[in-house]
């Protein structure tokens, strides 16, 4: 009942609302990207939806634009040499608060999303999609954030990852979405598990969930 319906209506609710009153982020946020270097406010890029009858889904995921112009296209950032150098100024401070990542309520109103559940993976990281599939990680609709991200982010490898995903998707319901929510508010804080242009950094034996 909460996975198929209520939860969708919580998503709607809170995307509509977020849209509104954030409408002043989005003016100060889109004149500072484009005074720091010019061009797109947004950026787009391919992830893995949630699955269709059991196939793999695509969407476009919104972002704050936090890259230069002339970073390499469809390339991830932990695949790029030095990626540091292609970091705008206004990029790494939204990026280290995770504010790049505030558009995707669109993808949420939208229905592509929800504020809780797996990070949409990339969509040629077949490697994080086959392990998620152990799980039935890739049967929910992905998140904005989850369980995996307040317990490591971008420090875990990929099969932690997943394991964790899988977490979320047999415990699934309000009090873990909330515990989800509030625990990404913490992190964010803090600026737990951000590793710039890397991946996979935290062992195995430092999670314990």
């Known amino acids: ?21 954030l409408i002043p982020f989005w003016i100060v946020i889109g004149i500072a990207i484009k005074m720091d270097d010019p061009g797109p406010i947004f950026f787009k890029q391919k992830r893995i939806a949630k699955d269709k009858n059991g196939e793999k889904q695509f969407f476009q995921i919104y972002k704050y634009r936090s890259m230069k112009m002339c970073t390499p296209h469809d390339t991830p950032t932990h695949l790029l040499e030095n990626p540091e ?3 705008t100024r206004v990029g790494g401070f939204l990026r280290k608060t995770s504010l790049d990542e505030l558009p995707q309520i ?17 969509w040629n990281q077949d490697d994080l999609y086959e392990e998620r599939a152990k799980y039935n990680a890739n049967d929910v609709l992905p998140g904005l954030t989850g369980w995996a991200q307040i317990n490591g982010r971008d420090e875990l490898e990929i099969d932690v990852k997943a394991k964790l995903d899988g ?21 964010v804080l ?6 710039e242009g890397g991946t996979g950094m935290m062992n195995k034996s430092e999670v314990n969930k």
């Open 1 to 21: 009942m909460y996975r198929n319906y209520i939860k969708r209506m919580i998503d709607l609710i809170l995307s509509s609302i977020g849209i509104v009153v």
């Open 85 to 87: 150098q292609y970091i």
């Open 106 to 122: 669109f993808n949420i109103w939208k229905g592509e999303m929800s504020i809780i559940g797996p990070r949409p993976a990339l």
């Open 167 to 187: 977490v979320y998707v047999k415990k699934c319901s309000f009090v873990m979405d909330v515990k989800c929510f509030l625990g990404t508010i913490f992190s």
């Open 190 to 195: 803090k600026s737990d598990g951000v590793v």
